[in-house]
């Protein structure tokens, strides 16, 4: 098993930064890929940004130039640092992590709230 702790989110005004720290602790376990997506009332879950264990990283269009995801190998840590957030940015972000315990297993963080007042 492995588990996921978020931490970061909070109420910011529009133009501020925020930063998400989400570490996976347990055994015996790899990370092949870790992540963030985000869920706004009414809408569907969606990829913002994912890092594979080589360092490739893919964002979503409407966070690239504004948001960075990278990675502590060591900590099993992935963080998403977020500048100049809109209001549209508001919504539940939820750290992902894709491990290797022989087959490939994938883990939900619990989620943290991220509000952007305009």
């Known amino acids: 098993q492995v588990q996921l702790v978020e931490s970061g989110g909070g109420l910011v005004q529009a133009g501020g930064s925020l930063r998400l720290s989400c570490a996976a602790s347990?055994?015996?376990?790899?990370?092949?890929?870790m992540g963030w997506y985000r869920q706004a009332p009414g809408k569907s879950r969606e990829l913002v940004a994912v890092i594979i264990s080589g360092g490739s990283t893919n964002y979503a269009d409407s966070v690239k130039g504004r948001f960075t995801i990278s990675r502590d190998n060591a900590k099993n840590t992935v963080y998403l640092q977020m500048n100049n957030l809109k209001p549209e940015d508001t919504a539940v972000y939820y750290c992902?992590?894709?491990?290797?315990?022989?087959?490939?297993?994938?883990?939900w963080g619990q989620g943290t709230q991220v509000t952007v007042s305009s």
């Open positions: 992902n992590a894709v491990v290797v315990f022989g087959m490939l297993y994938e883990y």
């Open positions: 347990g055994s015996d376990f790899s990370v092949k890929q």
